[in-house]
């Protein structure tokens, strides 16, 4: 029989062997806002893009007393240096998106206690790109990124369409949000484009459809389509968006062999005055993605949910259905209560099949702490997870530990879209 002092030097090993392999295990994020770095001004960076995070304007407007338009009409450095005079200066940073910047700073080695701003500017504008993107990988250990590409957004678009030699690090998922929630609106953009569509959805509309998704995945090389949709959203249905899915984007999946990643729950422009900072949650009708599952054996789904309130009914689906693939603890879920709460729940429904975060970074440096933040509630779940096998006698190897770590930080997803 061991004592109880083998026994807990035994967890604090196995603790100290997770922290180790969660800490250099390279990840996959599979969902981000960030761009290739040839896509020049597209990829943001640097600390006033830092703090005019859309989630830390959000929280600066609980305090702040000016007008939303008032403040998006002065520069970007004018509203950077008005949300850390009321987020880090006129309060303690403790929410997540405060900690967040906090976290970068620190693993840069700057000294934010002192609290100057400028100076941190001044230390963020000395780099070159290349070299700060490589040191920021590297700091997040990242080893891939996805990105979020639309067709529809006009910036990006015409990079697209001149071309440019790809940083295989960044890679390309196929962003169709206007062409599934804002039809007959989108028509007359394909039509610009050179595509035979109507507003009606006709055998044509949708031949065309889906062509013009075949030409933009192929231009793209992306890995995935990929969609954000209210709560209402439901299947099936006689509208619009369940139609196009139905007749154009599914099959062109099933066409490419990738799946359909899902964000279900945005409400988008709850407070329209705070553009990207407006959007709200709401709990979504998960029957519908059910009911898609079960329709559609041959069509692979990687999902994540917004509310809180879906969280345990999306798992459960997944015990239902081996092409739906859970992933990431989206925006409003990303905080460590709820992204414990989460994995926790996750790996006790799903065992590893899962992946356990994305980062969402809208801002290149973001990347480090979304991951700092995930892998140290990671690390707590799964020494508590190990630690439940080890009382019946099952000790992990640290090889084994290894390919569970890899399993959920991109590479189950990966495998996902290789189907
Ligand atoms: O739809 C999405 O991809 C969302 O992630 C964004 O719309 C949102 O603004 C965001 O950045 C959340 O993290
Ligand atoms: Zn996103």
């Known amino acids: 029989m061991p004592t109880a002092a083998t026994t807990d030097f035994r967890r604090s090993a196995t603790h100290g062997l997770i922290e180790r392999v969660v800490a250099t295990t390279p990840i996959v994020d599979v969902h981000t806002h960030l761009y290739d770095p040839l896509m020049g001004k597209l990829l943001l960076w640097g600390i006033d893009d830092l703090l005019v995070y859309h989630y830390l304007v959000a929280e600066a407007f609980r305090h702040l007393d000016v007008p939303p338009e008032k403040f998006f009409a002065l520069s970007k450095t004018e509203q950077a240096n008005l949300v850390w005079r009321e987020l880090f200066v006129a309060q303690s940073p403790v929410s997540e998106a405060c900690r967040g ?72 998922a196929l962003r169709i949000d206007p062409l599934l929630l804002s039809w007959p609106d989108t028509a007359h953009r394909l039509i610009e484009w050179g595509y035979s569509v109507g507003e009606g959805l006709s055998a044509q509309t949708l031949g065309e459809v889906r062509r013009f998704l075949a030409d933009w995945t192929r231009r793209l090389d992306a890995r995935y389509c990929m969609v954000s949709l209210p709560p209402d959203f439901t299947y099936p249905a006689a509208t619009d968006t369940a139609q196009l899915l139905e007749q154009a984007v599914l099959p062109h999946c099933r066409d490419f062999g990738q799946p359909l990643a899902l964000m279900l729950g945005v409400r988008r422009g709850v407070n329209p005055r705070l553009q990207l900072a407006g959007d709200g949650v709401g709990r979504s009708d998960l029957g519908a993605l059910v009911n898609l599952c079960d329709a559609f054996p041959d069509n692979r789904f990687a999902v994540t949910v917004l509310s809180r309130e879906n969280q345990h009914e999306l798992c459960v689906a997944a015990r239902k259905f081996r092409n739906l693939h859970v992933f990431g603890c989206w925006w409003f879920t990303n905080v460590p209560s709820l992204v414990e709460e989460i994995t926790r729940m996750r790996l006790e429904l799903l065992g590893l099949s899962f992946t356990a975060q994305h980062s969402d970074a809208r801002v290149l440096e973001q990347i480090i702490y979304k991951f700092d933040h995930t892998r140290r509630v990671l690390v707590r779940v799964l020494a508590e997870k190990y630690g439940d096998l080890a009382v019946t006698g099952w000790e992990p190897t640290e090889a084994e530990i290894r390919r569970d770590a890899v399993s959920l930080l991109g590479g189950a997803f990966e495998r996902f879209c290789q189907g």
Do not use: C
Request: proline content about 4%; cysteine-free.
């Open 101 to 172: 910047v906090l976290t970068i700073l620190h693993r840069f080695g700057l000294d934010a206690k002192v609290r100057d701003l400028p100076a941190i500017r001044a230390w963020f504008q000395e780099w070159p790109l290349e070299a700060h993107l490589h040191r920021t990988l590297e700091l997040a250990h990242v080893a891939r990124i996805y990105m979020t590409n639309s067709p529809f957004d006009d910036a990006e678009r015409a990079i697209w369409q001149h071309g440019f030699l790809r940083d295989e690090r960044f890679v390309s």
